[in-house]
């Protein structure tokens, strides 16, 4: 049996929904899709690159207490309502993952809220425990 996990990050839509920012499972972390709200504020930007970097920073910070780093990222989806958004984030998202290389997928879709330019998921692999 696995060590399962939930993180918070005190979203209040984690509790409207019924969900957790993260789960870690055993080596495994899964990283909800992630929108560029700054969750301390409940506010966001409208700029698409500056969600970008909230959104990264939110991910960041459950990585972070899951133990990972961007660095243990292995899988990344982006999604965005429009296309055209996606290029302009290329230099932000470059900077997270331009070492790592994860595998990755760009879908074009609807989000839960029209001001959500981008959403941000991923799936890291813890590293094995110092001993």
Do not use: K
């Amino acid at each position: 049996m696995t060590n399962r996990r939930a993180i918070l990050s005190g979203s209040v839509f984690e509790e409207r929904i019924g969900y957790a920012r993260a789960v870690v499972d055993g080596d495994w972390v899964h990283v909800s899709g992630t929108t560029g709200y700054d969750y301390a504020t409940m506010t966001i930007s409208d700029d698409v690159v500056e969600q970008a970097e909230q959104c990264l920073r939110n991910i960041g910070a459950a990585l972070e207490e899951a133990g990972c780093t961007f660095a243990d990222v292995v899988r990344v989806r982006y999604l965005l309502p429009e296309r055209e958004d996606f290029e302009p984030c290329w230099p932000v998202l470059r900077a997270c993952f331009g070492e790592v290389r994860p595998a990755a997928t760009m879908m074009v879709c609807g989000l839960a809220d029209p001001r959500m330019r981008i959403e941000i998921e991923v799936y890291a692999r813890r590293p094995p425990a110092a001993g």
